[in-house]
């Protein structure tokens, strides 16, 4: 190879990148933008008033995020495509890892440390899983789709990583990743009799669980249908996060004026209750504009999945687009009081390093199925 | 190929569907949020918020400091006072043990009270303050403040308490302060805070609503486990209001040297009925109450006989002896079963079937009127008024001049006393005999008076208006009415009786021959005094003793009879009046009037100094 040959060469590339950069849509980089600021005043409120602790670093991992996710965007959807399994191994091995040696929070083992990021494999699982199920659909057929025994190896490839989810034990991150599978094998099309029979075990299997679960889990179900039954107890979250809400009232108390969060009376209120505190302080019209924002995200996945010319891309845009959806609904029905409290962060909003990175880690995927919405990938087989 | 396309086509189509359906779901639940989201915000909002409030917001109320109480001149006889108390603070410290060490090193702790300290300090969050020592004295607070270096989290704490200047001497007028009783709690929220005191005695009591003010209170923004945040806002209560009393701190004091155990002495305004002093010995300490007393101490004094707690000007019931003849004499003078210059001869005694009636002088008085017998105090022409008058007009007589009523004086506890009658006799089943009015008409038997009342019925007599007693010149700077002769309204009995019942107690004093002539007002004071002696037996004398030459001075103590004396002075134009009780001073004259004539040289000279001597000349001439 002469020396012009590879100029050329490196030109092209240069060339490639530019042209990938402008194929991505700068106006949903810029809607992620405004949600992460959004997460910024809300932890500068939850922080008192102050950028420190949680602001500054919310803004500084959304920085490394970004650049994260557009790196991603760029990697052509093929190779994507190529490393799914390899992902979905490399999850669960994570998961496996964060049994034996995970650093345990609040009574669950979730997290491994790598360096000074605190990883939570769980998060990623739920990503690599959508990866792996788009890889083992992207050639499906109809006809084959209508095949059980096709259906069995995904049906494995969700079970494991939700068993080992269990085990941690993370009962609603093991709930989210089963909705999470649930909605590719609906949207790659599993007939719908077979999500009815899976309904139908689920609802024989609940008292079984029921009986299996930690004492904690069992308190936040019992809580979460009388919380007033524990008011200084269990359900005192669920109380004060509503009070917070409702007091907020339909134009909200003003920035840095919401008094639940700033005296303490609302616990996690930098992470799980984050929404609280910007209900609290912006009222119904701050709250509804956020989840406006969050919602315009999951309708862009779902354009990016109707656009995309191939069932890979389709079906992990759609994937992705639930995950998030499931994130936010599970958040915000949560601090409303709709359903348990479960330990889940409102994305690219509450602080914490590790959703950032999956959350943006997904977009990059997502950008880059939009990108290469028209490369020749999986066409259908029987 | 076209099979491929076809098939393309189709899962295209089902994913499209299907991502449709996805979608709209995904679209319904947010809508569902959103509607939670009203209905939390908008539709429960109101009580949403109100429940934010409470979270937050603590009201805790300020005591007021207490009114003080004032004497006449504006001397404080109830104030507060500063009292320090050493607080800790758990959270300001990194070892509470070493904290308490050295604190013991400055001002000793018992091994309990380190106890107690410890067991708080677990029990309560680590930023409230546990009280280490009340009641510090200045110089304990002093060598606390100096060495606040090496005591970490220990606190100095401002408070007030009850402080009574004249300890002693005014406590059965003023009163005291004590915790309230559950009997106390009259839904004034102010009586829940600790150390808040009520009053239990005294004007303290009477006035209690006055003095204790209103409370303020003031609004503390708190967080979730209770630590104050800020002040949002605070209303000042009203202070209590400070109650000026008649009394004269200084004249009671002078009085009170003057006196022994049992001895109880009422001065008043003899114009408008003010108290002037009042003093019952023994007395007790007030401040003791502030610090809660011992057990002991309480049993002392309950238990002693000469009961320190209670207030004998108001609460001792006395019979009033020969203080009583003027009660006699106007009710015969009004029922005109006598004239005044009718004469009635005293042999000595006087026969009533076969018991004999004693005169105290056993030569008798000869002939005797009206004058002359209360100036000699003749008990013969008493028990001949009496017979002739009847007890209930003699009790009615009494009544109007305050004797067996209510005076309503502010000092619970004061006692209404008796001044029997034939009906009230008949009420306990017994019948009322002749005898019985006799004996009654020296004021023997069954009256119970209280001094107050006796130095009440002097200054009726003086003044022939229905004066009461009272305690209280002003309650937060207004004046209280009664202050003026004139607020009273005039005795409904006759003017030339009252002066002739006066003119004859100023004979008691100034003419030869009467029973407190050695008594009368030095001369240099100008003024003379008019009063009358009483002795009242506390126990029986048998003819047996008194045939037998008996001396009182050989009985025991507590057997002697009790000395009275009422005055008023000057007898022309009345301005104080005093009751004198010596329990078992044997002998009115002896005992009662000698002290009512230091009493009333004493009180003239602090209350109604002599005209200063005009300067001959000073304008030059």
Redesign the interface.
């Known amino acids: 190879m002469s020396i012009l040959e590879r100029r050329l060469l490196t030109q092209d590339r240069g060339a490639l990148v530019l042209r990938k950069l402008w194929q991505i849509p700068w106006s949903f980089v810029l809607l992620l933008c405004a949600i992460a600021a959004v997460g910024y005043v809300a932890l500068y409120s939850a922080g008192g008033g102050a950028p420190e602790p949680y602001a500054a670093r919310h803004a500084i991992r959304f920085g490394f995020g970004l650049v994260l996710m557009l790196c991603v965007a760029l990697v052509d959807i093929r190779l994507i495509a190529r490393l799914s399994w390899l992902s979905w191994l490399g999850g669960v091995a994570l998961l496996v890892l964060v049994l034996v040696h995970g650093s345990i929070g609040k009574g669950a083992q979730r997290w491994i440390e790598i360096g000074p990021l605190q990883l939570q494999p769980s998060e990623l699982m739920k990503i690599v899983l959508v990866m792996a199920l788009a890889a083992w659909f992207q050639r499906a057929s109809w006809e084959r789709m209508g095949n059980p025994l096709f259906l069995i190896p995904p049906a494995i490839m969700v079970l494991i990583p939700v068993g080992l989810i269990l085990k941690q034990p993370n009962l609603g991150t093991a709930l989210i990743t089963c909705m999470v599978g649930a909605a590719v094998f609906f949207a790659a099309g599993a007939r719908l009799w077979k999500f009815g029979l899976g309904l139908a075990g689920v609802a024989l299997a609940a008292p079984i669980a029921y009986q299996h679960m930690h004492d904690y889990q069992r308190a936040r179900i019992t809580t979460f249908l009388d919380p007033e039954s524990d008011p200084l107890g269990a359900g005192y979250n669920i109380i004060q996060s509503k009070i917070a809400l409702g007091s907020g009232g339909v134009w909200g108390k003003g920035f840095l004026q919401g008094t639940q969060g700033h005296l303490n009376f609302l616990p996690e209120k930098q992470t799980d209750f984050i929404f609280t505190m910007l209900a609290e302080e912006f009222g119904l019209a701050g709250a509804l504009t956020v989840l406006c924002l969050l919602g315009l995200v999951v309708l862009f996945c779902l354009l990016v999945a109707l656009r995309c010319r191939h069932q890979y891309g389709r079906l992990l845009a759609m994937g992705l687009g639930t995950n998030f959806f499931l994130y936010v609904f599970v958040n915000v029905a949560m601090v409303t009081g709709s359903i348990p409290v479960g330990g889940v962060p409102l994305p690219l909003i509450s602080h914490g390093g590790s959703a950032m990175l999956t959350t943006m880690l997904g977009f990059g995927l997502l950008l880059s199925v939009h990108v290469h919405r028209d490369a020749e990938l999986g066409v259908a087989r029987d | 190929m076209r099979g491929?396309r076809r098939?393309?086509e189709?899962?295209?189509n089902?994913?499209?569907r299907?991502?449709?359906a996805?979608?709209g779901l995904?679209?319904g639940?947010?809508g569902?949020?959103?509607t939670?989201?009203?209905h939390?915000?908008?539709v429960?909002?109101a009580?949403?918020?109100t429940?934010?409030?409470e979270?937050?917001i603590s009201v805790r109320l300020i005591p007021p400091p207490r009114g003080r109480v004032l004497d006449r001149e504006g001397r404080v006889v109830a104030g507060n006072r500063l009292n320090w108390s050493a607080l800790l603070v758990a959270e300001q410290t990194q070892d509470v043990g070493a904290t308490l060490e050295t604190f013991s090193r400055i001002v000793p702790l018992a091994e309990h009270e380190r106890a107690r300290i410890e067991r708080e300090v677990r029990r309560r969050r680590r930023f409230v303050p546990v009280t280490v020592r009340d009641f510090l004295t200045w110089e304990e607070m002093a060598r606390i403040e100096v060495n606040a270096p090496d005591l970490p989290g220990i606190l100095i704490d401002v408070g007030t308490t009850r402080f009574y200047p004249e300890v002693e001497h005014l406590a059965h007028v003023v009163g005291y302060v004590a915790p309230p009783a559950e009997r106390d709690m009259d839904g004034d929220p102010l009586l829940e805070l600790p150390g808040i005191r009520v009053g239990r005695a005294g004007v303290e009591k009477h006035h209690e609503l006055a003095l204790r003010g209103r409370a303020g209170a003031v609004q503390l923004?708190?967080?979730?486990?209770g630590r104050v945040?800020r002040e949002l806002d605070r209303r000042e209560g009203i202070q209590g209001q400070d109650v000026q009393i008649s009394v004269d701190a200084e004249l009671q004091k002078a009085i009170r040297a003057k006196i022994q155990d049992g001895t109880s002495v009422v001065v008043m305004d003899a114009r408008n009925g003010e108290v002037l002093a009042m003093a019952s010995q023994p007395s007790f300490d007030p401040n003791l109450f502030n610090s809660g007393i011992s057990a002991a101490q309480w049993r002392q004094w309950t238990s002693s006989r000469a009961t320190p707690l209670i207030n004998k000007a108001v609460s001792g019931l006395y019979a009033p002896g020969s203080t009583f003849k003027m009660m006699v004499g106007l009710a015969a003078l009004e029922a005109r079963v006598a004239t005044p210059a009718e004469r009635v001869f005293c042999p000595g005694h006087m026969d009533l079937g076969d018991t004999r009636f004693h005169c105290w002088r056993r030569g008798g008085h000869g002939g005797v009127d009206l004058r002359s017998a209360i100036k000699f105090s003749c008990d013969v022409y008493f028990y001949e008024m009496a017979r002739r008058v009847g007890i209930d007009r003699i009790a009615a007589m009494a009544n109007r001049f305050g004797l067996g009523v209510d005076l309503g004086i502010e000092l619970p506890g004061a006692r209404r006393g008796l001044v029997p009658t034939r009906a009230w006799r008949q009420a306990q089943g017994k019948p009322w005999n002749l005898g019985d009015t006799l004996v009654h008409g020296i004021g023997q038997g069954f009256y119970q008076l209280t001094p107050l009342q006796l130095a009440t019925m002097t200054v009726r007599i003086a003044t022939g208006r229905a004066v009461q007693p009272h305690l209280t010149r002003a309650v937060g700077g207004r004046r209280m009415r009664g202050g003026q002769a004139e607020d009273w309204p005039p005795l409904d009995v006759s003017e030339r009786d009252l002066q002739l019942v006066r003119e004859a107690m100023w004979a008691v004093v100034n003419e030869p021959g009467g029973t407190a002539l050695s008594s009368r007002l030095p001369g240099a004071l100008g003024i003379a005094m008019a009063g009358k002696t009483g002795t009242t037996q506390v126990r029986r004398i048998s003819r047996e003793q008194r045939e037998r030459g008996f001396r009182v001075e050989q009985l025991p103590r507590e057997w002697r009879p009790h000395a009275l004396f009422v005055a008023f002075a000057p007898h022309d134009a009345p301005r104080l009046a005093c009751a004198v009780v010596v329990e078992h001073g044997t002998s009115g004259s002896g005992a009662a009037a000698p002290l009512a004539r230091e009493v009333m040289v004493e009180a003239f000279g602090r209350l109604c100094p002599p005209p200063a001597p005009r300067m001959a000349a000073a304008d030059g001439g």
């Open positions: 491929v098939e393309e189709r899962r295209r089902t994913f499209t299907r991502a449709l996805l979608g995904q679209l639940l947010f569902f949020l959103a939670r989201l009203w939390l915000q908008v429960e909002g009580r949403y918020a429940l934010a409030e979270n937050r923004e708190v967080n979730a486990v945040i």
